[in-house]
T-cell receptor, first 112, second 111 residues
């Protein structure tokens, strides 16, 4: 079973920041937080990942709380093309299999 | 690079038929994965491989078989198709580092 909890859906106005929350209260010390998104039934696309520090790349920022029990994915200026299902995944960093356990994700609707 | 390619894009099978879903990657990745996605649900791992000649079961392996004779190819075999196997199938590959790269998917209907 997925080790994360996400709201099933969210709306965001185009041009505004989209803040997608994720709870992972049972995360252990060697587990990473990953974010993927899936646009209209295409294959999932990697966004960002982190262990305990906040991370930023060209797509998004990842804010992880100090106790690591929750995180927030931030899309700074959402566009209509960011409408997708966003998956928050906890993965064991000590395992070399790289298996991902997907939950049901958050459907983000960006509106004009 | 073409990345991860999957064939066919769509397929309709009758109950009891068999077929092989093809997956090929040209990135020389060691790790490859097969997932299925039912409507409105997240992806579930069927099988995975950490290198040529090595495969292992994921969350939902029943009714499927895989092989990995080369680094590039990771075919998924359905021997006796059942309606419960109607789904979208995604293949993915990963280098030693973390990110998985997904293919475009195969949409399978079993009637």
């Amino acid at each position: 079973d997925a080790k994360t909890t996400q709201p099933p859906s969210m709306d965001c106005a185009e041009g505004r920041a989209a803040n997608l929350p994720c709870n992972h209260s049972t995360i252990s010390g060697n587990e990473y937080v990953y974010w993927y998104r899936q646009i209209h039934s295409q294959g999932p696309q990697y966004i960002i990942h982190g262990l305990k520090n906040n991370e930023t790349n060209e797509m998004a920022s990842l804010i992880i709380t100090e106790d690591r029990k929750s995180s927030t994915l931030i899309l700074p200026h959402a566009t209509l093309r960011d409408t997708a299902v966003y998956y928050c995944i906890v993965r064991d960093g000590s395992s070399n299999t790289g298996k991902l356990i997907f939950g049901q994700g958050t459907t983000l609707q960006v509106k004009p | 690079n073409a990345g991860v390619t999957q064939t066919p894009k769509f397929r309709i099978l009758k109950i009891g038929q068999s077929m092989t879903l093809q997956c090929t990657q040209d990135m020389n990745h060691n790790y490859m994965y097969w997932y299925r996605q039912d409507p409105g649900m997240g992806l579930k791992l069927i099988y995975y491989s950490v290198g040529a000649g090595i495969t292992d079961k994921g969350e939902v392996p029943n009714g499927y078989n895989v092989s990995r004779s080369t680094t590039e190819d990771f075919p998924l075999r359905l021997e006796l198709a059942a309606p419960s196997q109607t789904s979208v199938y995604f293949c993915a590959s990963r280098p030693f580092a973390d990110t998985q790269y997904f293919g475009p998917g195969t949409r399978l209907t079993v009637l």
